[in-house]
């Protein structure tokens, strides 16, 4: 089984400003992928990051970045310059051998102008 | 990028009646689609895997014969709620999966079911 857990159901951000989201995961998959997903309000899910677990470098995608700990289990995104499009929902997944993701309950994202 | 449709976007029927959810993708071929079910607030829930040409794999908890799922081809993926009921009112999003690229699927719309 796996499992993916988001501890903080709210944040808030200043414009312009960096904002980190935490996650962790479990699984027993030695071969695995982790995502986090953009869910706006018109529900639509977007891919915002993706991270190879066979990768030590973490991924990056212009504004935003992972911290990936494997030892740990950890998997945080860090928003920089964050934007008024931004806000929205961002869910922590897991993908393990077979494709079947597993998503976290959700982080809610206020960007404040 | 993949794109993946869904039809209706949004859907009211009255209970009693079958409604079927249509999940397309537009521009690659789809060996696998996933079906979830979103309740306001809520995360995703996996309901059921759906193989080309195969019997889909239902979730613990998802009743098989409520829930009819049909890919026939690999790029259409069907959901059937029949006998559907005020309780199966919900946000339902499918994904496909390219089998060229690993483990990444791509996420529907979703469709906005309300039984009355």
């Known amino acids: 089984a796996q499992t993916v857990t988001q501890s903080q159901p709210e944040m808030s951000v200043q414009e312009a400003e960096t904002v980190t989201l935490s996650c962790t995961y479990d699984?027993?998959?030695?071969?695995?992928?982790l995502f986090w997903y953009k869910q706006p309000p018109s529900r639509q899910m977007i891919l915002v990051i993706r991270?190879?677990?066979?990768?030590?470098q973490n991924a990056t995608e212009n504004r935003f970045s992972v911290n990936f700990q494997k030892a740990a289990k950890s998997f945080s995104l860090k928003i920089s310059d964050s934007q008024l499009g931004d806000a929205a929902m961002y869910f922590c997944?897991?993908?393990?051998?077979?494709?079947?993701?597993?998503f976290g309950i959700g982080t809610k994202l206020q960007v404040i102008p | 990028g993949a794109v993946v449709s869904q039809h209706p976007s949004r859907v009211i029927c009255k209970s009693g009646t079958s409604v079927k959810i249509e999940c397309r993708s537009l521009?690659?071929?789809?060996?696998?689609m996933f079906w979830y079910r979103q309740f306001p607030k809520q995360s995703l829930m996996l309901m059921a895997t759906?193989?080309?040409?195969?019997?889909?794999?239902?979730e613990q908890g998802v009743e098989k014969d409520k829930f009819l799922i049909n890919h026939a081809s690999l790029t259409l993926s069907t959901l059937t709620v029949t006998s559907a009921h005020p309780e199966d009112s919900s946000f339902y999003i499918c994904?496909?999966?390219?089998?060229?690229?690993?483990?990444?699927?791509?996420f529907g719309p979703g469709t906005r079911l309300t039984v009355l």
């Open positions: 994904s496909a999966a390219d089998r060229g690229i690993r483990n990444e699927q791509f």
């Open positions: 699984t027993s998959e030695s071969d695995y992928y």
């Open positions: 991270q190879e677990a066979y990768k030590q």
């Open positions: 997944a897991l993908s393990g051998g077979y494709q079947k993701v597993t």
């Open positions: 521009d690659f071929q789809a060996t696998t």
């Open positions: 759906s193989n080309e040409g195969s019997k889909a794999t239902y």
